[in-house]
């Protein structure tokens, strides 16, 4: 059975590689806006952070792609490089004592890491779609264990 966005709902697992992945940057764009990266009409978190099992509307196996820890480590990488040049201007023209340093650039990293983190989360989903990446885990079963009595 072949996948397709158009189509109603189907079960995850008749839908798996059976499709072709979006464009890269289409689906970076749906993903980072919360949009299915194959459809554009499903959501893709459940909550903040959870992803759904599947889309909504086209039935998407979205709950396979597993970003694991490269959004936290995009997102520090954009906010430390939008907010570092300002502590260091800060710190060149005024040199304020580093209480207060901590009092406001502290909480505006961690003010902006939370707001960033799920649309960066969004986009790498989406990435990983584009990559192709809705595959299963594939977990090789050990082998059984053929117990011979000693002679």
Not at 6 to 20: C, D, K, L, Q
Not at 60 to 72: E, I, K, Q, V, Y
Not at 125 to 130: E, L
Request: charged content about 15%.
């Amino acid at each position: 059975m072949r996948w397709d966005a158009n189509s109603p709902a189907t079960p995850a697992a008749a839908v798996i590689g059976a499709y072709a992945p979006p464009p890269f940057w289409t689906a970076v764009r749906r993903g980072l806006v919360n949009r299915c990266p194959f459809c554009a009409e499903g959501r893709v978190f459940g909550g903040y952070l959870r992803l759904v099992p599947e889309c909504a509307h086209c039935g998407a196996p979205l709950g396979l792609l597993r970003a694991d820890d490269a959004p936290p480590y995009f997102t520090i990488f954009l906010v430390g490089h939008l907010l570092v040049p300002g502590v260091f201007w800060v710190e060149r023209h005024y040199q304020p004592p580093m209480w207060i340093h901590m009092a406001v650039w502290l909480p505006l990293f961690t003010i902006l890491c939370t707001l960033l983190l799920r649309p960066v989360k969004g986009a790498v989903v989406g990435w990983m779609s584009a990559l192709g990446f809705v595959e299963p885990e594939v977990v090789p079963r050990p082998a059984a264990i053929r117990r011979t009595p000693d002679a």
